[in-house]
């Protein structure tokens, strides 16, 4: 029999949100096949699987981040479903190392791109169109769509790859959170964030 990563069943939680023991025996039962492990699952569980992301997240955590210097200082609110997950340290230890991200990244503005309005979007394409106005008409569109990826990278959290990229494999902040997610089997929601600066 294969042996059955503790990846593979985090993967599988969280596409299902089936229990971690649930997951893995329906991996050893597939013989590792993810597809085959989801059709054992909803064979089981019916229509409970999936409703993972589904799950309303009113519990959570506000943590902090103040610089060593006292200048710069982050307040964070990561959601969660259970009061249980909310006081677990794994994720309180996520909520703050959010916070340190955000001191160190000024530039971040919303929690994702799907925050940033519409009117904003279309002032940088505009931008974008005319840096890119001596390029040939056929790649234009493609410079300007990399261009505005870039930048919503760079103003959105959830797509940024955390600060300490050594620690976390150069993983987004997405990957982060979906791997909490995977990890406590609830959903996990990076709700809002306020950074402080001196003089900003």
């Known amino acids: 029999m294969s042996t059955i990563s503790a ?6 939680r969280k596409q ?19 597809e085959k492990a989801v059709e054992i699952l909803r064979v089981k569980m019916g229509n409970k699987l999936g409703k993972l992301a589904d799950r309303e997240a009113g519990e959570g955590t506000v943590q902090s981040y103040i610089h060593a ?19 677990n340290d794994d994720f ?3 909520a703050r190392e959010i916070a340190m991200h955000i001191a160190a990244s000024p530039q971040t503005l919303y929690v994702s791109s799907d925050e940033v309005p519409q009117d904003a979007k279309d002032a940088e ?7 890119a106005a ?32 050594d620690k976390y494999e150069g993983k987004t902040i997405e990957q982060l959170r979906a791997d909490l997610s ?15 600066a001196v003089g900003e």
């Not at 299902?16 to 993810?34: I, N, P, V």
């Open 125 to 131: 394409i505009r931008v974008f169109e005319q840096q």
């Open 7 to 12: 990846s593979s069943v985090a993967e599988l």
């Open 134 to 165: 001596d390029k040939p008409d056929n790649i234009r569109p493609k410079i300007v769509e990399g261009m505005l990826g870039k930048w919503l990278s760079e103003i959105a959290l959830l797509d940024q790859v955390h600060v300490n990229a």
């Open 182 to 196: 995977g990890k406590t089997g609830e959903n996990v929601v990076i709700r809002r964030f306020t950074r402080f």
């Open 92 to 94: 309180i230890a996520f």
């Open 69 to 87: 210097n006292g200048k710069v200082g982050v307040l964070v609110e990561v959601d969660c479903n259970t009061d249980f997950v909310a006081r």
């Open 16 to 34: 299902t949100g089936a229990g971690m023991m649930d997951c893995k025996k329906a991996l050893e039962e597939a013989g590792g096949d993810k």
